[in-house]
């Protein structure tokens, strides 16, 4: 079935470092990829997506890459802030089996000022 | 503010009760989902809803049912309910089938 491994945390960063986060898929078909970020105490907000193959999808300074043939969607930021720490999922969406999202477990990011 | 409302925020109550959870979707949209989401399974797609009818559903309990109303709100209820049941639970909406989802704050229900 598909699914979505996302590298264990929890991430501890010095301001201004640079961030990956590894995501990993195995989905039939052609997925879309998101990543979404939880603040303490709130809902996930969507942050970034890509539909196809070789997409990038940005935002707010994070980006990722839509790797089909290692299948992964790593996220990257060059320049982390304080205010980027909270946990991020990796999640996928295969048409063919329905819009659900298929989550990571999640990565707990934390920067230090 | 993502747009999406569910309450209460938190719900505190015993083993074999029952209780209910409301989602009010962003304005617009017509998709509906629930998941759950805990500690040792993380986050868990339950059940969607599109325009009042079910259209997919993920890992839910038999005990657990939901339904869309015609003015697309919806509602996930619980019953004889279980310590292990106690979890986060998000509602999402999107303007179809393919739209991304938004989330809501989510309901923490604790089992006592």
């Known amino acids: 079935g598909n699914s979505v491994t996302q590298m264990e945390g929890p991430v501890t960063l010095s301001e201004e470092a640079f961030l990956t986060i590894n995501c990993t898929y195995t989905a039939t078909g052609y997925p879309s990829l998101f990543w979404y970020v939880q603040y303490p105490g709130e809902g996930l907000q969507l942050l970034l997506k890509a539909t196809k193959a070789d997409d990038k999808g940005s935002n707010k300074g994070f980006e990722a890459t839509y790797r089909k043939e290692t299948t992964s969607f790593h996220l990257e930021k060059g320049s982390v802030q304080v205010s980027d720490s909270a946990v991020y999922f990796c999640?996928?969406?295969?048409?063919?089996?329905?819009?659900?999202?298929?989550f990571g477990k999640g990565t707990t990011l934390s920067v230090s000022s | 503010d993502s747009g999406v409302t569910q309450t209460p925020k938190h719900l505190i109550t015993a083993t074999g009760q029952r209780v209910t959870l409301r989602c009010s979707p962003r304005?617009?949209?017509?998709?509906v989902y629930w998941y759950q989401q805990s500690l040792d399974q993380g986050l868990q797609f339950l059940i969607q809803?599109?325009?009042?009818?079910?259209?997919a559903k993920g890992n839910i309990l038999e005990r657990f049912s939901a339904q869309q109303f015609p003015d697309l709100h919806s509602e996930l209820n619980l019953s004889s309910l279980e310590l292990g049941d106690s979890a986060l639970y998000f509602c999402?909406?999107?303007?179809?089938?393919?739209?991304?989802?938004?989330f809501g704050d989510g309901t923490r229900l604790s089992i006592l």
């Open positions: 999640a996928l969406s295969d048409g063919q089996a329905g819009t659900a999202l298929i």
């Open positions: 999402a909406s999107s303007r179809g089938v393919v739209e991304p989802q938004h």
């Open positions: 809803y599109y325009n009042g009818e079910e259209r």
């Open positions: 304005s617009g949209d017509l998709s």
